[in-house]
């Protein structure tokens, strides 16, 4: 049964970039992002344009599936998908578009930060570490990549980072 699902979970993708196929719920789309962007697939490009039919459904916008979507937007405009290479205009509207989704989940993270509960203040310290060493985020977080974009994008990354790292510092006091 597992070998049954993972077969699928390989075929639909493709299928779907193909034309051939489409998603049949927002939780299937995220699923099939899910496989299309690990690691081994690699499908960056597939994996953001699922996450975009999910997160069109109310239902699926939780922090997690805007923070999968903007790591596989990324990785997408990076130039990682094995298959297909954004040109230069769509890498910048695709981090564009990643930045909107972190910003959302910033809101959360600063709630919990601000928590007088240590369980939140805890999972706000978890998500925030995760976040300043996800590779997924490297391209937008590393100084050396910064440097390659426009002064403005560069300067509204820099501002997240530094609005991440003072978050952080809040909820582990």
């Not at 489409?22 to 597939?46: G, R, S």
């Not at 916008?61 to 040109?87: H, I, M, V």
Request: net charge positive.
């Amino acid at each position: 049964m597992a070998t049954q699902r993972a077969l699928r979970l390989d075929q639909r993708p493709s299928a779907i970039k193909r034309g051939a196929a489409h998603p049949k719920t927002p939780a299937e789309a995220v699923e099939l992002a899910k496989h299309a962007a690990l690691d081994l697939n690699k499908e960056y490009a597939i994996a953001y344009r699922l996450y975009l039919v999910a997160l069109a459904d109310d239902a699926m916008r939780s922090d997690a599936n805007q923070y999968n979507a903007a790591c596989a937007a990324l990785r997408f405009a990076a130039g990682d998908d094995l298959g297909e290479k954004p040109g230069e205009k769509q890498r910048s509207s695709l981090r564009k578009q990643a930045m909107e989704w972190p910003t959302v989940n910033l809101a959360t993270a600063r709630e919990l930060a601000a928590s007088a509960e240590p369980k939140d203040r805890r999972r706000a310290i978890s998500l925030l570490e995760h976040w300043l060493r996800d590779e997924d985020l490297t391209s937008l977080r590393d100084a050396k990549s910064l440097q390659s974009r426009s002064p403005e994008e560069r300067q509204r990354w820099e501002a997240f980072w530094k609005e991440v790292r003072d978050e952080l510092a809040k909820a582990k006091r």
